[in-house]
């Protein structure tokens, strides 16, 4: 691509550290999925237990965030990449030998705090290094690398795991963070930047329209996303008496479309107004959701699953380019404590998607569950419409200063 051969040996080694290290970080995400069992078995540990160690990553990823956002932006972008890099490597090699379940619990939350500077610090430097025509590209690679991370960790651990035992994923893990982290203390550089203006304040940021209007489009759709999670293994294993590996397949399918779909969309916010195009993927989806549970065959379901992924990846994915474009000349200093109010939406919607997911289906079933989500979404997609010009239409009107092509 000619776009990629015109960039300068900076933006390329930027980049390549920044997909990489979000690879990585949902690679251990998804990782210990296929370890389930084993928790159970060696570890007495119950179903609660169990959702409480999942859940320990978004919620330290939450308290944290804030704090790295503001550090990313005072003292720069490299050094909370690396110390993020070495928070997920000691919770790495944690994670190979627990002496019980409550270190794994500490593990797990120590995870969510290193991936809160790695997260808010690797995006804020993508926003930096490139400029608006360019953002969407790189940002759309960068959610490329997320997803596929998280549908590459549970099979990869699952393989690792039947090849050389429990502890093998870890230490490869390990061995790919230590790498990373020695060659970004020598190679990566944080991008220089003239004058700018003091950073904003989160609260500061909360105050501008269209960066609460972006937000709430991801709160959407990754709210419905989780919400999968309690209610599709349920539906799936009553309806098509699947098992684990049919399960873990289906959300593969689920992720591999939204992953396709990101540096896809990034071309389709660059071609037509970008609040529109997120509104078109968030429709889609609300109106593809009840297709999942009118399928009446393995083929049918995948299809369904394939056009919710990619829907999904329509919607999410640009809202990393759009709050970047929110900040005007001049405030390239805001960009931390802007993806750290990315990361603070994101795991809000990590919590509370699948808890009322899950409280829905007790109630009622996973079926009529799924069409509520789909009537939910729906209702949320007219309602950012009715709000989209007051809250997106000054930012997309005005013709921005970045707009010119830089290749530097």
């Known amino acids: 691509m000619n776009f990629i051969k015109q960039m300068s040996v900076k933006k390329k080694l930027g980049l390549m550290f920044a997909i990489t290290i979000l690879f990585l970080d ?131 651990g699952g393989f690792l795991i039947e090849f050389g035992g429990y502890a093998t994923p870890f230490y490869t893990a390990s061995v790919m963070l230590i790498i990373v982290m020695i060659l970004a203390v020598f190679y990566l550089q944080d991008e220089h930047k003239a004058v700018v203006q003091a950073s904003k304040k989160v609260v500061d940021l909360l105050k501008q329209r269209e960066v609460v209007w972006i937000l709430a489009i991801m709160v959407v759709g990754e709210g419905i996303m989780t919400m999968l999670e309690p209610i599709l293994p349920i539906y799936l294993s009553g309806t098509f008496t699947g098992n684990s590996f049919f399960i873990g397949l289906m959300f593969g399918v689920i992720t591999l479309a939204y992953g396709i779909m990101a540096p896809v969309s990034g071309f389709l916010i ?39 992924g990619a829907s999904m990846g329509l919607a999410v994915s640009p809202t990393l380019t759009m709050l970047g474009n929110t900040q005007k000349e001049g405030e390239q200093n805001s960009y931390g404590a802007l993806y750290s109010l990315f990361n603070i939406f994101f795991a809000v919607a990590a919590i509370i998607g699948p808890f009322v997911g899950g409280v829905l289906t007790d109630v009622f079933t996973s079926k009529v569950t799924i069409f509520i989500a789909s009537g939910a979404v729906i209702l949320s997609t007219y309602g950012l419409s009715l709000t989209r010009k007051k809250s997106m239409g000054n930012l997309e009107c005005v013709p921005s200063a970045e707009t010119v092509q830089r290749m530097d």
């Open 26 to 156: 949902m690679l251990l995400y998804s990782v210990i999925i296929p370890l389930t069992p084993y928790y159970e078995e060696n570890f007495k540990a119950s179903p609660t237990m169990i959702g409480i160690l999942f859940s320990s990553y978004s919620i330290t990823l939450l308290i944290f965030t804030t704090y790295f956002g503001k550090l990313t932006d005072r003292i720069g972008r490299k050094k909370p990449i690396v110390i993020g890099l070495i928070g997920l490597t000691i919770a790495t090699i944690v994670f190979a030998h627990p002496i019980n379940f409550e270190m794994l619990i500490i593990a797990r939350g120590l995870q969510g705090v290193a991936s809160a500077a790695t997260w808010t610090a690797s995006l804020a430097l993508l926003a930096d290094m490139f400029v608006k025509k360019e953002r969407a590209f790189a940002m759309g690679v960068a959610m490329t690398s997320m997803s596929a991370g998280t549908l590459l960790g549970a099979p990869i």
């Open 270 to 308: 660059n071609k037509y107004t970008p609040s529109r195009v997120v509104l078109v993927g968030l429709l889609l989806a609300g109106l593809i959701l009840p297709f999942v549970v009118i399928a009446q065959s393995t083929l049918q379901m995948v299809i369904a699953l394939l056009f919710l």
